[in-house]
Every structure is written in structure tokens, then in C-alpha cells.
């Protein structure tokens, strides 16, 4: 058994032999091979020794107790003998990038270990250290603002964040879905979470040199004054509580070196070719989207309710710049109170609320990973309390030219672009307030709400009226007016005006003439290669077609599922 | 033995000593079987030398250390005489009180018995007095005093000293080993560019101090596969209606799969023949008895079937050569017949070249579709084990179950099965079952005689 943990520590896996007779001594019967030389080398591996004393140790532990010498368990447990894989991770990633390139696994390890309970299915320590470190990494995203995409499905949410040029992926499992499973080899597990700890550990150690951050975390100065709550005994003991502060995920880190304002690292400019210009062009376009995204949420305060994944969101919206905090009764490190008046978005996820603010959108949470997916905030009219929601679709899919697109993708994409379909973009809270109303989406305000408040808001919108009606006769003028010209130029019906020059479309006629080699080359084609051609065209013609056919159908369901709801409707 | 040879000796300068057992008649005996033997043998020295008299002597030594404690020719006379003069007064009468304290007093009898009647004394146990390395540790002590004279303190006592000197001043000399996993253990840099070993590299390997090169092929991974797997897009939370009808109707595909084979095994158990009827026993029975008449000609067959003919006829010489001309002629017809057809090739010059090309197109061909196969093993599980890997179930939550929202969500699936999967996906470990327990034999159960007597 010590054999198969170090072939896991080590990198070695089983073989396949290609020729099983030969290796098996004639039968064909299947058994697990490993190369020869894999195990030679194995062999070498100063840790051998170290499982050696370990099962050493283990026999003498089991006769003290055996005899019921209870100084002699005493000294032994004292004088355990431990190892450290340090060196193996030195030889397996050689390079800091190719321990980067192999987190998946290690991240979704360390976060899975990190959720069990801590009844004996593993060692205790095991799943403490994991929780450490998958804090760490989480802060780590936090402050380096690398996350990308966020997918919610029935199994766990996927998280893809992009650390210095590595595409690293994870998943993590929902809070409290825990079910053991019997069909799972757990030694197996926690050999791999052995390995993969100290992996994690030592990335998250150059990951927080990298960013000038202290390692291990240490709370930032200013932040840690303010997370000062007299409720701190509720959640930890003493010892506790830094640790569980640092995981509340609410507060940034300290760093070695204070942090300067943030200069726009631009792009250094160097004369180049033509060729490369378009490229060096995309590259800041793409540049520039992701700084975007990076800010997407900050100024943003949001305010969480108990009844949502804290964790996830916490962690969601601090890395892409927003305020988070949420019940002090819910959580250690909460850092301000519901009653904040500069709170802009409180995520719910229940049919209604009591008391309701005015100056802030009450949201599900769905819109905060559907804004972080499209890469932009999204109207939140479609996320509102009670509300229907949008699907949720993955960001890992990337649809190819001809294949089906969801029209509430092709609805994002538009806005992506920057267009508005439909609706117009809502920015404050006051007009999406009137919005609402428009949309007879009914609130339940509560009596003891400040009149103040509603005062304020009816005196707006008594502002707002007026000014609209100013506009309108406006333009009414101006259309008058312009009426009164197209009549007088009626009148004088031939007139000798000079002759404009016809702006030459060039960009169309370069079209054109695409077009028309194109023609050319197809009709200079080989028989062959003709047959070839028309089997690719017809391909995409035929995906389109099944495309067309499925937004066919979305567009009938659809219609059948709206009227539906107007029937329903009319019937209440 | 050397006290046996002075004896001797002392028994030689003695003409005149007598012996206690007079064996006169014994010599005689001797005298008269006399036997001439070599002598030149030294087997014949001892078989036919004559040492009876060297042997009473000896006996006669001995007696006389076993009874008197020495040789009586060699006491002093005081010893061996006294002068008599007469009786000397009677001895004390024997009283009766003494008899009853001399009784008590008198030792048992057995224990005189036992009593050595030998007045040799008992060899010195010579061991019971030797002290084990008393040379080595006598030197030992020597040059440990001579040190401490000097003022040098051993090594185990310096050492101890100065882990006394460490423990009261609170610094442990020797750090213990933080466990691997331990939640406050602490990393460093790993990747940081350390100072290049300056050593011979053979002596660093040697010396264990460096480790054995990890071979590049150990690298690799085994499967192309990534590590994650991102679910497909109905298996969202709220998924879109046609990508969750996707998954489903996948889903789906593989459940009909399972079925088909299920079925496909329970057709193949299942009994196709009629159960007997008593009809048919019957007739089963019957048969053979009714029908009598079909046997003979049967047996006839037989008889008349023989086997091939044992004797074939001998070969004459000029069928042997007609066989052989034969052979010849057609052995000559045949490269005839090459010989035209490949000249003949020189007209088909176009048509092979046609051939040639096709079957060149055809290795290409063939070489290509194995390595596009070989691309696809490679994001296949392999057999590593004795089970082969068997995917996962999908994870679908069907229409009706879907949660309306994110808090009413209820997770399919556990992530750790899925992990564990995805690692027999990639080769990385083998499939496995899980270790199933033993307990002890199977227990058998029998009724006892007696119980099933009274039933």
C-alpha cells in the first residue's frame, strides 16, 4: 500500500503494456503494470525510509498499547517520525509556471477537503490545512482581481480565473450538499490531497510575493479597526477568530510595501510593421475589456441576506471591485449594516421582503454571476424579487460560427456590443423604481417606512414630469417647422443645384471584390478539391438550417408559454 | 594427565613397591597370548601393548587419594602409626538425656549417604572467580582517571550538560519536524534560484546528498484530458430549455444503452424449451421400443464399412520417371509463363503505375486513420486494472425537478465521486473496487442428531 502512495506522490501511474502476453507470462489476464524503470527510479526516494519508520512506529505504538504502557504511547507519539514532499514538488514542477499549469486539480482537492466534516473519514489537520489554504487562494484572486467566469450548475459552481497568463480552473461544492459516498477509494483521496496541499502552499507563497502581499495573510490595518464587532465571541474562540476574519473574505490584505494609487500600466509602444499593427490594436482592445471587467463592480455596495451563498458571492464580488457585507448575526467580519443608506444592490433569494429601502435594487442573486459572465451589469429589471429569472448559461461554452445560439445570448451579445434591445439601460435605482411600477411588479412597502423617503421620491418625480413635457412640445416645434420648409420647397419645384460627388463606398467595393475572387477561385477549383468544398459548405448550411430549426421552436415554445401566462392571468 | 605420567614415573624408581590387588595371575594370561605384531602401526601400539601394570597402578594411585587424601608412601609416619598404649579409659557412658539430644542432633541418614566419601578435593570452579573484561576495563578506568586528572570531561557528559545548559535557557537544540500536515506549517520560496552545488555531482549522488535525475518521460501525462470538466450547459442551475433538453435526451441515450443490455442478457438466460410434460416423458420413455425396425440396416452399415486398405501397391520405376517427367515439364512451363508475363509488364507499364499509386494512396491512408485512432486513445481511459473503467452517471435533474431558485437548489451528485473518476478517466490511478471485508469462514449450520430424532 506504501508503494501505491508513492507512486502517486511521485507521478508514476499504471501502464498499459502493449503487448500483454509478453509482460504477464503468457496469460492475458489484466493486471495493473508499471514500467520497470518507473519503479527503479522510485526506489530512490529518500522518502521510502521515512514510510519505513512510520509503519515501524505504528507496530511499536500498537504493542505500548498492546501492554498497556502508557509512558512508552507518551514518548512514541512524541518522537512521531513525519516527512515533507517539499522536494517532490520541486521535481515534479521544475518551473513556477508548470506548478501553475496543474492547480485544477490541486485547488478543486483542497476546496472539497475543505467542506468535509471533520468525522474521521479524514484527518482533521487535513481539512484544516485545506480551509487555510484555499483562503489564501481566494484572497489571493481577490487582490490580483484574476477571476473570470463563475458557473452555477447542479453539481457545484465552476470558478475559471486567469492567474499570471494560466487559465486555472476549480470547482467548488455548494455549502452543506455533502454525501459520503461508499464507491470512493479515500485513502486514495487524501494521498492526492497530501500531495496537492503542499503544492498549494508553496504556489500561494510566490502568488503573494508576486502581488507585495504578506504571506500568511495578514488583514489590512485599516480594515482590521473596523472589523472590530462586539459579536466576535459568538462566531470564535479567541484563537479562532483572525483566521475566520480572514476567511469572511470582507476585508482586504496587508501588503510588504504600501500600496501605491494605481498608475494605467500602459501598453509600451513600439514602431512596428503594418501587419503587426492590427494586432498590437487587438491586444489593447482586449486589454483594455478585461481592465474593464476587473472594475466591473466597483462603487457598487452590496448588501447580502442570510438566505444566500455568502461565501460564493463574498468572494465573487470583491473580485471584481464591489463592497460586500451582511448580517453581523450571519457571519464574522461584517462591515456595515443593512440600514446603510450607500447600499446600491441587496441580493435576496425569497419570494419578498419586510422592509424595503427605496434607494437600493432588490436583486436574486443569479444577476451578480450573470453581470460577471456577460461582462458587464446587466438591466436588472429581468433579476428583481419574485421575478422569473433569465437561464443561467455557461460561460464555458463557445458557440461556433452556425451553431445554435440561446436568444437570451444573442440578447447579451447585443449588449455586450452596445446596443439596447428592448428595454433601456437602467443606472439608478429611481428609475428602476418607476420602471418597476410600469411593469406592475407590485411591492410590499411597509407602513413604517420614512415618509420622508416616498416625499422625496414623489417630489422627483413631480420634477421629472414637467421637464419631459417641455421636450415633447420642443420637438413638436421643431417638427412644425420643418413642415413649414419641405412646403415652401414644394413650391419651387425645378431647381439647378450643383452637382455633388457620390461618396465612393470603399469599404464595400473592397467587399465586392472579396466577393468576387472568391467566386473565382471556387470556380478555379479541381474537381476534387470542388467536392471537398461543396461537402464543408454544405455542412455549415445544414448546421444552420438544425440552428434555425431549434430558434424556430424557442420562439413557438415561447409564444405558447406567454400566452399561457395571459390566459393564467386572465383567469386571476 | 601430567599427574598420571609422574606417577608412572614414581612407580618405576620403585622396584619394590607392592600393590595393593595382587593381579599375578592376570600377567599370566597375558604372557600366554602373546601375539607378534607390527609395531610400525600406530594402531598397534595401543591394542597390543601391554599397560595392565601401568593401569593398577593408576588404580591403586587413585584408591589411595579417593581414601586417604594422598599417596600413603609419601605421609610422614606420625600419620600413619601411633604408639599403642593399651586401652585408654572406657568411653563416656552414653547417657540417656543425650540419647534424646543426640537423636536430635544426629544427622540423617540419607544425608550421610549422600556425604562425598572422597577425601579428593573438588576442583576450584575457576569461572565463578573470573570477572569478565577486567583487563579491558581495568585499563579503561585507568585512562579515565588519568583524563579527569587532567580536567577533560567525557563526550556523553559534555553532551548532556549542554542540553541541560539548552533546556533551562529554553532553546531546543533539535527542532521537531512539523507534519506534513499540519493547518500552521509553513512555506517558502520554492522556485527561487539557489546557489549552483560547487561539489562533484557523482559524489553528491553517491552521497545521497543530490537526488537522481527525474526521467522527462515521467512528465507526461497520460491523457490528454483536462483536469476539469466543465459541465454541460444544462447541467446549469437554471439551465437554457433546449441545452438542458440536450443533456436529458443524452442522458437518456445511455439509459436505453443499459437497458438494451440488460435485456439483451436476461433474453439469453431465459428458458426457451417447453417444460416436460408428463406426455412427453412418456413418449420419451417409449422411444426406441416401438420403432425396432430402423436398427438393422444400421448395424448392416457397419459391418460392410471398412477402413482404408492397409497395402497400396508399390510403385514401378517407369511410373516413377513418367511422375518425374511430369514434374519437370511443368516446372518449365511455369518459368515460361513468368518470363512472357513479365515481358508483357512492359506494355502494362501505365496500369501498374496506376496500381502502385492506388496502393500508396491506400498506406497513406491507413497511415492516417491509425494515427487519428492513436490521437483518440489518447482521451481514452486505458485498462490498468482488473475492472475496466466505467463512466460516471450523468448528472441531470430532470424538468419537474429543477429549482426555481438559487436557495431551493439541490446538488446532484458529490464532487468527490467525481473527482475520484475523473482521476480513473485520466490514468492517473487505476479502477478499483472497493476492498470488500472478510469475516473469518462461512459458518455452516447442522441439526444434531438427537434434535432431529425427536422431529
Not at chain 1, 443606472?427 to 411591492?443: K, L, N, V
Not at chain 2, 491523457?223 to 441545452?243: K, M, Q, T
Amino acid at each position: 500500500e506504501s508503494r501505491r502512495r508513492l507512486c502517486i506522490l511521485k507521478g508514476i501511474y499504471p501502464h498499459e503494456p502493449k503487448h500483454k502476453k509478453k509482460v504477464n507470462k503468457g496469460s492475458t489476464a489484466p493486471r495493473t503494470f508499471y514500467l520497470l524503470k518507473d519503479i527503479r527510479f522510485l526506489l530512490h526516494e529518500p522518502i521510502v525510509s521515512k514510510f519505513r519508520d512510520y509503519k515501524i512506529f505504528i507496530r511499536k505504538l500498537r504493542k505500548a498499547y498492546g501492554k498497556a504502557n502508557w509512558s512508552g504511547v507518551e514518548r512514541l507519539k512524541e518522537n512521531k517520525p513525519s516527512y515533507k514532499l517539499d522536494h517532490i514538488i520541486k521535481e515534479r514542477y521544475p518551473s513556477f509556471i508548470d506548478a501553475l499549469r496543474d492547480l485544477d486539480d490541486a485547488l478543486s482537492m483542497c476546496f472539497l477537503f475543505s467542506t468535509f466534516a471533520r468525522t474521521g473519514k479524514c484527518h482533521v489537520q487535513t481539512i484544516q490545512l485545506c480551509r487555510r489554504l484555499s483562503v489564501e487562494w481566494m484572497n489571493y484572486i481577490i487582490s490580483s482581481r484574476s477571476l473570470r467566469k463563475v458557473f452555477l450548475s447542479i453539481k457545484g459552481i465552476y470558478y475559471q480565473a486567469e492567474v499570471l497568463g494560466q487559465t486555472v480552473t476549480w470547482i467548488t461544492p455548494y455549502q452543506f450538499a455533502h454525501d459520503h459516498p461508499t464507491d470512493v477509494d479515500y485513502r486514495v483521496m487524501a494521498t492526492f490531497t497530501e500531495l496537492y496541499t503542499t503544492l498549494l502552499g508553496f504556489v500561494n507563497f510566490r502568488l503573494y510575493q508576486t502581488l507585495n502581499l504578506v504571506y500568511p495573510p495578514k488583514l489590512d490595518g485599516q480594515s482590521e479597526v473596523g472589523l472590530k464587532a462586539e459579536f466576535e465571541e459568538d462566531f470564535a474562540l479567541e484563537s479562532e477568530s483572525y483566521t475566520e476574519k480572514l476567511s469572511a473574505l470582507s476585508a482586504s490584505l496587508a501588503r510588504v510595501v504600501a500600496q501605491v494609487e494605481e498608475e494605467e500600466a500602459e501598453l509600451d509602444q513600439f514602431p512596428s510593421e503594418a501587419g503587426e499593427q492590427g494586432n498590437l490594436e487587438a491586444r489593447e482592445k482586449v486589454e483594455l475589456e478585461q481592465s474593464r471587467q476587473r472594475t466591473l463592480f466597483e462603487g457598487l455596495k452590496f448588501f447580502l441576506n442570510r438566505e444566500v451563498p455568502r461565501e460564493s458571492l463574498a468572494f465573487v464580488i470583491r473580485s471584481f471591485g464591489g463592497q460586500v457585507s451582511w448580517d453581523k448575526s450571519l457571519c464574522i467580519g461584517s462591515t456595515y449594516e443593512v440600514t446603510d443608506e450607500t447600499i446600491t444592490h441587496h441580493i435576496v433569494d425569497r419570494p419578498s421582503v419586510g422592509t424595503q429601502y427605496i434607494n437600493r435594487f432588490y436583486i436574486q442573486p443569479q444577476w451578480v454571476y450573470d453581470s460577471i459572465n456577460g461582462k458587464l451589469l446587466l438591466p436588472v429589471e429581468e433579476y428583481f424579487l419574485g421575478v422569473t429569472l433569465p437561464p443561467h448559461l455557461s460561460p464555458f461554452v463557445e458557440e461556433s460560427e452556425g451553431d445554435y445560439v440561446p436568444p437570451e445570448k444573442v440578447k447579451l451579445m447585443a449588449l455586450q456590443r452596445g446596443e439596447q434591445p428592448g428595454q433601456p439601460l437602467l443606472q439608478s435605482p429611481c428609475e428602476c423604481t418607476r420602471a418597476s411600477f410600469s411593469q406592475d411588479i407590485i411591492f410590499t412597502e411597509n407602513e413604517e417606512e420614512d415618509d420622508e423617503e416616498e416625499e422625496e421620491e414623489e417630489e422627483e418625480e413631480v420634477e421629472d414630469e414637467p421637464s419631459d413635457d417641455e421636450e415633447e412640445a420642443e420637438d413638436e416645434a421643431n417638427l412644425a417647422e420643418m413642415e413649414e420648409r419641405r412646403l415652401k420647397g414644394k413650391s419651387l419645384s425645378v431647381k439647378v443645384t450643383p452637382g455633388k460627388v457620390k461618396p465612393e463606398n470603399r469599404a464595400r467595393a473592397a467587399e465586392e471584390e472579396k466577393a468576387e475572387e472568391k467566386r473565382l477561385a471556387i470556380m478555379m477549383m479541381k474537381k476534387k478539391e470542388k467536392y471537398l468544398y461543396d461537402k464543408i459548405m454544405f455542412g455549415k448550411k445544414r448546421k444552420v438550417r438544425e440552428a434555425n430549426k431549434l430558434a424556430a421552436k424557442r420562439k413557438a415554445h415561447d409564444d405558447a408559454s406567454t400566452t399561457d401566462k395571459k390566459k393564467k392571468k386572465k383567469r386571476s | 594427565m601430567a599427574a598420571a605420567r609422574k606417577h608412572k614415573r614414581v612407580a618405576a624408581s620403585q622396584p619394590g613397591f607392592l600393590s595393593i590387588k595382587s593381579g599375578n595371575d592376570g600377567n599370566n594370561s597375558n604372557i600366554k597370548l602373546r601375539k607378534r605384531v607390527n609395531k610400525n602401526k600406530k594402531k598397534n601400539w595401543g591394542k597390543y601393548s601391554d599397560i595392565q601394570d601401568v593401569e593398577e597402578f593408576l588404580d591403586d594411585v587413585r584408591l589411595q587419594e579417593r581414601t586417604t587424601g594422598g599417596l600413603i608412601s609419601e605421609k610422614p609416619d606420625d600419620v600413619l602409626f601411633f604408639v599403642d598404649t593399651g586401652e585408654k579409659a572406657k568411653a563416656k557412658p552414653p547417657a540417656p538425656q543425650t540419647t534424646k539430644k543426640g537423636k536430635r542432633s544426629r544427622p540423617l541418614r540419607i544425608d550421610l549417604i549422600l556425604q562425598p566419601d572422597s577425601h579428593i578435593e573438588a576442583p576450584k570452579n575457576i569461572l565463578a572467580f573470573q570477572q569478565p573484561n577486567a583487563k579491558k576495563e581495568r585499563r579503561m578506568a585507568e585512562k579515565a582517571a588519568k583524563l579527569a586528572s587532567k580536567g577533560v570531561v567525557p563526550r556523553r557528559e559534555r553532551l548532556l550538560q549542554l542540553r541541560r545548559a539548552a533546556w533551562a535557557s529554553g532553546i531546543h537544540l533539535k527542532e521537531k519536524p512539523i507534519a506534513n500536515n499540519n493547518p500552521d506549517r509553513s512555506f517558502y520560496d520554492l522556485w527561487s534560484t539557489e546557489a549552483p552545488e560547487t561539489a562533484d555531482p557523482y559524489y553528491l549522488e553517491q552521497t545521497k546528498r543530490k537526488l537522481i535525475k527525474r526521467p522527462e518521460k515521467l512528465n507526461e501525462k497520460p491523457s490528454a484530458l483536462p483536469a476539469i470538466e466543465v459541465v454541460a450547459p444544462g447541467g446549469s442551475y437554471n439551465p437554457d430549455l433546449f441545452s438542458h433538453q440536450d443533456l436529458l435526451r443524452e442522458a437518456h441515450e445511455v439509459e436505453v444503452k443499459k437497458k438494451k443490455a440488460e435485456e439483451k442478457i436476461a433474453r439469453q438466460l431465459a428458458v426457451n424449451e417447453e417444460l416436460a410434460t408428463e406426455e412427453s416423458i412418456f413418449k420419451e420413455q417409449v422411444e426406441g421400443l416401438i420403432e425396432g425396425d430402423d436398427e438393422e440396416p444400421e448395424e448392416d452399415a457397419e459391418g460392410t464399412a471398412v477402413g482404408p486398405t492397409a497395402t497400396q501397391e508399390k510403385k514401378t520405376e517407369k511410373q516413377r520417371k513418367k511422375e518425374k517427367a511430369r514434374r519437370i515439364l511443368e516446372l518449365q512451363r511455369k518459368t515460361e509463363r513468368r518470363v512472357v508475363a513479365r515481358r508483357q509488364q512492359l506494355y502494362q507499364l501505365k496500369s501498374i503505375r496506376a496500381a502502385l499509386k492506388k496502393q500508396e494512396e491506400r498506406t497513406k491512408m491507413r497511415q492516417a486513420q491509425r494515427k487519428a485512432k492513436q490521437e483518440a486513445q489518447k482521451s481514452m481511459p486505458r485498462r490498468l486494472g482488473k475492472l475496466k473503467f466505467e463512466a460516471p452517471d450523468l448528472e441531470v435533474q430532470l424538468s419537474d425537478e429543477l429549482a426555481s431558485s438559487l436557495r431551493s437548489l439541490k446538488p446532484e451528485g458529490s464532487i468527490i465521486k467525481d473527482r475520484f473518476k475523473s482521476l480513473q478517466k485520466r490514468n492517473l490511478i487505476e479502477p478499483r473496487d472497493r476492498a470488500k471485508f472478510k469475516w473469518g469462514n462461512k459458518v455452516k449450520y447442522t441439526e444434531k442428531r438427537a434434535f432431529k430424532e425427536i422431529q
